[in-house]
């Protein structure tokens, strides 16, 4: 069994509550926090290798230093709940048991960063979760860990929570801040980045859940017995969600480094797909990473086993490999079609794009209504071509990520199972039968 | 002051200068083409991502090229900066794609378009667009709206460039329309139809890079090739009263604020756009309301530019007359 | 502006309006506007009339565009009329894998209407929406702010017809006592 830093006491009848929570260690770490010095907190998070666990993997510790620290300007720790990656529930799991853990993270981060109030970003969708962090943020503020003259060190912190309505977007951290200040979740145009130019112009730290809650165990434990979890510069653990075709779908907590194998196939983890169908394609880290097929997913190019890491899993480059991502973890068994899942992801960020900037706004309808038109059996060889050249056109060419996580499935999609998109255009009747159930495996000859 | 090259030319700018900016004053092909920048406007710039540019060397201190193209209208220009634009074919092939995607939901109806001639994106199709659209679905429609009774909003036209909600914001005391929706779905409305009720909102036209804001009081008056441009001004007490009279014989068919040679409006004063108010603009359509000063020149690569005023002869003397006043703007 | 004297919100609603302007710094109450919006919808009827917005524009002392601006901007905002029960079925990547598809078509049949429509006695309005992060306990619809997961056919008939007959009641999202 992997060590679990997060999640051992989730199981726990009331962890979601103040005292069940206090019975096992908790806030003993913030108590811990304050009588540290705050730069040795930071210089303890940096040491432990932690990386943003919301999926651009950056490293935490690092951005904490860029904060920038004016004389007489408030700054603020944000913390981003907007979780909306198809395929990544992690935070949202996290958030309805461990309540506290979040409460917590964000005292103890606040008080290292020196944020005299800091707010928890929740996406409009989850307010049930509002309700139980709500409730464990008037437990923490009358047991006086919020609020004036925390646990008496004298130390004002106030925590708040802020809803969103109905944005992806929003999770990227300059639109949450536009967001989080009444407006249009619009990405800003960087720099000035949020370390300097945050929320109302104030220096400004956004930080995943998952992130803020990895706070906890490293300043409990220290950064460097954080760092000696997990493999090469992957440190620590990481929440998985799986979903899709397994037996056993939900988040799992790893060790970064665990085979990909394993933990498809283990009964610690998935315990296989579903049905015992074959595996037929896994998209490793949330929607936006790049679809590997069976083979490359469960070892890389060069033969070697592929692991739970950032490394490993982006062994290869975008040719072979894919990111960890968020660690929404998609599997598609053998009769899952490829192109009608990669409609389901086009669609989203054609449904997502904020409309912004011109490469986002107008290619990712233009992706969805190819594939559409594919699917609906009128596609072309051509269209499929067209289909990869307005995906390069798009990635990096834009403002903020969404544009980049819209054409990545896209070109993997293509560069993995172009055979599959080309059976849609050459058998569009059989295709069009059954869109749900399709055979890449069984393609008949005499069709093609 | 920091030194930059941008497809091999170096040049010296002061402090927090973009590149894009670095680039005009450079002059010539090296500068990007911009559609939602506009230099006149805070906080302009960086939607549309036609002014991308390649950064090969990112500074002395730093010689790490960048990984992506950088929109040049926002990126900061630091000493020892290596920009690549025209001389990029990469980047090039990248702005082409740009100009695609703007192009692909735009109706292209510029026969009937009152800013054929006076388009950015006409150009811009013209110098990075293919020949044929390969767009095959059916693009996206809005109705037209008038903002009170001067100015008509064609969305089906707008590239969302943002430039009229700055003006609204910066140059009008209140914003009563803006950005609704999202997406590819997304539009300038007042969303409950309400006039635009302020003296200077007629500088949403004139920062219009499209024509999805045009003057109601010029509408289907004439192609504005055929009209002779003129400057001209007038003792206004609400704005600096210097305007562009577009003119077919002795009738003022339109009047704009003055433009400088990348379609901005000129500075009336050091550091004062100027912005003229609307009654100059809609008002004032009467030679005897205005003293001319004499025919524009119109330094833009666009239709009026070349060569194409109503008759050869009155072109001769506009363009002794032009020299005249290069001439003496140069002693 | 006028405001029509029907649209108030609740002296609890704007006890509660003041208390969410204070998590903000002086000068910055147009961060509320989303909590406010959400407020406004429960309060009057499940969406956003433009005179509702208007009053939201004045209670924070912001102009009414800004409001339509990102009223317009979020889905969960509905600017037109919606049924008693909303019904959000989640349709992206992982949720599809799991037979998304045919929970919307079985509804669209049960409740003979389209994705987007009403019923015609008001009770239902179906929508499909993206993700909402519950993919490991796909297929799944969220009614008010009530997430009903790993669905199957039998249990959506079971959870329609609770709610129409009404021994569950729909609690919309944000109702007031709980911001």
New interface residues.
């Given amino acids: 069994m992997g060590r679990k830093l997060l999640t051992q006491h989730i199981n726990v009848p009331g962890i979601r509550n103040l005292e069940t929570y206090r019975q096992h260690g908790g806030y003993d770490t913030l108590r811990k926090a304050f009588g540290m010095k705050q730069e040795d907190i930071v210089e303890e998070v940096k040491k432990s290798g932690l990386r943003g666990r919301g999926g651009a993997g950056f490293p935490t510790g690092l951005k904490w230093s860029f904060l920038a620290k004016p004389e007489g300007v ?1 700054r603020y720790l944000v913390c981003n709940a907007d ?7 992690k ?2 799991y996290m958030m309805e048991h461990l309540p506290h853990l979040l409460i917590e993270g964000m005292a103890i981060g606040s008080f290292a960063l020196g944020c005299r109030t800091s ?1 928890i970003y929740i ?6 979760v ?2 139980i962090l ?1 409730k464990a943020i008037d437990e923490a503020y009358a047991a006086g860990f919020l609020g004036k003259n925390v646990m008496g060190t004298g130390w004002d912190f106030d925590l ?1 929570l ?7 977007i929003c999770g990227e951290e300059t639109a949450l801040i536009e ?7 619009n990405p800003r ?1 960087k ?1 000035p980045f949020p370390a300097i130019k945050g929320v ?1 112009d104030c220096p400004t730290v956004v930080n995943n859940v998952e992130s803020i809650m990895a706070v906890v165990p490293i300043v409990r434990d220290g950064g460097d017995a954080y760092a000696q979890i997990g493999i090469g510069k992957s440190t620590g653990t990481k929440l998985i ?5 397994l037996k056993k ?3 799992y907590e790893i060790e970064l480094g665990v085979p990909v194998e394993e933990f498809i196939y283990s009964d610690e983890y998935c315990g296989g797909i579903r049905n015992d169908k074959k595996l037929k394609a896994v ?1 490793a880290g949330g ?1 936006s990473v790049p679809v590997l097929p069976a083979e490359l997913i469960l070892k890389t190019a060069n033969g070697e086993p592929r692991l739970m890491s950032y490394e490993s899993l982006a062994d290869g480059g975008f040719a072979t490999g894919t990111m960890l991502g968020s660690g ?1 973890f ?1 599997v ?1 068994d053998e009769d ?1 079609s490829i192109v ?2 990669l409609w ?2 086009t ?2 960020y ?10 986002c ?6 992706m969805e ?1 190819l594939l559409h038109k594919i699917l609906d059996g009128h596609g072309t060889l051509a269209d499929v071509d ?1 289909l990869w ?1 307005i995906q ?2 798009i990635e ?4 903020c990520p969404l544009g980049d996580a819209a054409a990545w499935p896209v070109a993997s999609a293509i560069r993995h199972f172009r055979s599959e998109f080309e059976e849609y255009v050459r058998n569009p009747s059989a295709i069009r039968k059954d869109h ?1 159930y399709y055979r890449v495996n069984n393609l008949n000859p005499e069709l093609v | 002051m920091p030194k930059v090259t941008i497809d091999g030319h170096t040049i010296e700018v002061p402090d927090g200068t973009t590149i894009l900016q670095a680039a005009r004053m450079i002059g010539g092909d090296v500068t990007p083409p911009a559609m939602c920048y506009y230099s006149k406007l805070k906080t302009s710039g960086g939607y549309c991502r036609t002014c991308i540019v390649k950064v090969t060397k990112g500074s002395e201190k730093d010689p790490r090229p960048m990984p992506k193209p950088v929109a040049s209208c926002r990126t900061t220009v630091m000493d020892g900066m290596e920009v690549q634009n025209k001389t990029a074919p990469d980047l090039i092939d990248a702005r082409n794609g740009v100009v695609e995607f703007l192009l692909i939901n735009h109706p292209l109806d510029c026969p009937i378009c009152d800013q054929a001639g006076e388009c950015h994106l006409q150009d811009l199709s013209y110098e990075n667009g293919l020949s044929k659209s390969r767009y095959e679905f059916k693009r996206r429609e809005f109705e037209k709206i008038d903002i009170g009774d001067k100015i008509k909003l064609h969305m089906t036209r707008c590239i969302l460039c943002y430039r009229c909600v700055k003006v609204a914001e910066q140059v009008c005391d209140t914003r009563v329309h803006g950005v609704m929706n999202r997406g590819d779905v997304a539009e300038i409305s007042t969303y409950i139809e309400k006039a635009i009720d302020n003296d200077f909102s007629g500088n949403m036209i004139d920062v219009c890079p499209v024509g999805a804001l045009t003057d109601r009081t010029f509408r289907f008056k004439s192609r504005v090739w055929f009209t002779k441009p003129m400057d001209a001004h007038r003792d206004c007490s609400k704005c600096c009263g210097k305007a562009v009279l577009y003119m077919s014989g002795n009738e003022v068919l339109r009047v704009s604020a003055r433009k400088d040679m990348w379609g901005e409006v000129e500075d009336a004063a050091e550091g004062k756009p100027g912005w003229i108010c609307n009654e100059c603009r809609f008002e004032k359509k009467e030679v005897k309301d205005w003293t001319i000063e004499g025919p524009r020149a119109i330094d833009r690569h666009s239709v009026i530019a070349q060569n194409k005023y109503l008759d050869k002869k009155n072109l001769k003397i506009d363009v002794s007359n032009q020299k005249q006043i290069q001439e003496k703007a140069h002693n | 502006m006028s405001v029509n004297k029907e649209i108030k919100f609740s002296d609890e609603a704007l006890a509660l309006i003041e208390r969410m302007k204070q998590r903000y710094p002086a000068g910055k109450q147009k961060s509320a506007l989303l909590p406010v919006l959400h407020l406004a919808q429960a309060e009057f009827g499940g969406w956003l009339s433009s005179p509702v917005m208007d009053y939201v524009a004045s209670i924070l002392s912001i102009q009414p565009v800004e409001v339509y601006e990102v009223a317009s901007f979020y889905t969960m905002f509905n600017l037109k009329p919606v049924g008693k029960c909303v019904v959000e079925v989640c349709r992206t990547g992982p949720c599809w894998l799991m037979g998304a598809e045919d929970v919307v078509k079985y509804i669209e049949k049960k409740l003979n209407i389209r994705e987007g429509e009403t019923t015609a006695d008001g009770m239902f309005t179906l929508k499909t929406v993206e993700c909402l992060a519950s993919c490991g306990t796909a297929p799944m619809m969220q009614i008010g702010e009530k997430y009903h997961e790993h669905l199957t056919l039998s249990k959506v008939d079971e959870i329609l017809d609770n709610y129409r007959s009404n021994t569950v009641d729909p609690i919309s999202h944000w109702s007031k006592d709980k911001i």
Avoid at chain 1, 162 to 168: D, P, R, S
Avoid at chain 1, 241 to 245: D, E, K, L, W, Y
Avoid at chain 1, 350 to 359: D, I, K, N
Wanted: hydrophobic share 25%; net charge positive; glycine share 16%.
């Fill in positions: 408030a979780e909306s990656e198809p395929g990544t529930f935070d949202r707010y996406r409009g969708e989850l307010m049930y509002y309700h709500q708040f802020q809803c969103g309505g109905g944005a992806y967001s989080l200040e009444g407006k249009r979740g145009i720099p109302w969600s799986a979903c899709g075709h779908p939900g988040v998209v929607s929404g998609i598609m899952t009608k899942n389901t992801f669609r989203f054609h449904h997502e794009s904020c409309g912004q900037c011109s490469p706004r107008e290619g990712t309808g233009w209504k067209l050249e390069s056109k990096g060419k834009t403002i749900h």
